[in-house]
Structures are given as C-alpha cells and as structure tokens.
C-alpha cells in the first residue's frame, strides 16, 4: 500500500510540476507577446516621426517657394500698374486733344453712294 500511495504522490508532484511548467510558459508567452507589441509600437512611433519629418520639409519646401512666387507676383503686379499709370499720365493730354478735335471738328461731306435726284 505505501507503494501505491509512493506513486500516487510522485504523479501527484509531476502533475504539479508539469502544471507549474506550463503556467510558467504561459507567463513567460505574456511576457513575450507585451514585448512584441511594446517593439511594434516603437517601430511604429519611429516611422511615424520619420514620416512626419519627411512631410514637413516637404511642405516647408513647397510652402517656401510658393512664399517666393508670391512675392515675384506682387512685384510684378506692382510694376504693371506703375507702368499703366506713367502711360496714362504721359497720354492723357494728346488723347484728350485727339478725341476733341475728333468730336468737334466736322467736316459736312456728301456721302460718295448718295445720289442727287433730279
């Protein structure tokens, strides 16, 4: 009988040691997968930050030489106009004098299609 209860007891400590073997594994899995995701989120905050950074000089690049073209369309904006306004000051009398004389001054003339009837 006490080796019946011998081998009960020695299954009784290798199912426990099997048990304790397997939370073990269990723990050490856990462990492993927190790892894994704690890894992937750093990866993923790396990838994130490089990107953005790769954004940023790229819309600062695009933003900059718009800034630019801004800046060349103002100053040529500005140029025509000052150009239009010294043209207008410049013709304005001469025009004026032209278009004057142009009104006032008539000259009756028959028309050459007109035929005199008789």
Do not use: W
């Amino acid at each position: 009988m006490t080796s019946q209860s011998q081998g009960i007891q020695q299954l009784l400590q290798a199912e426990k040691r099997a048990k304790d073997k397997l939370e073990e594994a269990k723990k050490r899995k856990g462990k492993r997968l927190k790892q894994a995701k704690e890894e992937a989120i750093a990866e993923i905050d790396h990838y994130r930050l490089q990107r953005e950074k790769e954004f940023r000089n790229k819309q600062t690049n695009v933003m900059g030489s718009q800034g630019n073209l801004s800046a060349k369309i103002e100053e040529q904006t500005t140029e025509t106009v000052r150009n239009l306004t010294s043209s207008y000051h410049k013709n304005m009398e001469s025009m004026m004098k032209k278009l004057l004389s142009t009104i006032c001054d008539i000259k009756p003339e028959v028309h050459p299609n007109f035929r005199h009837a008789v």
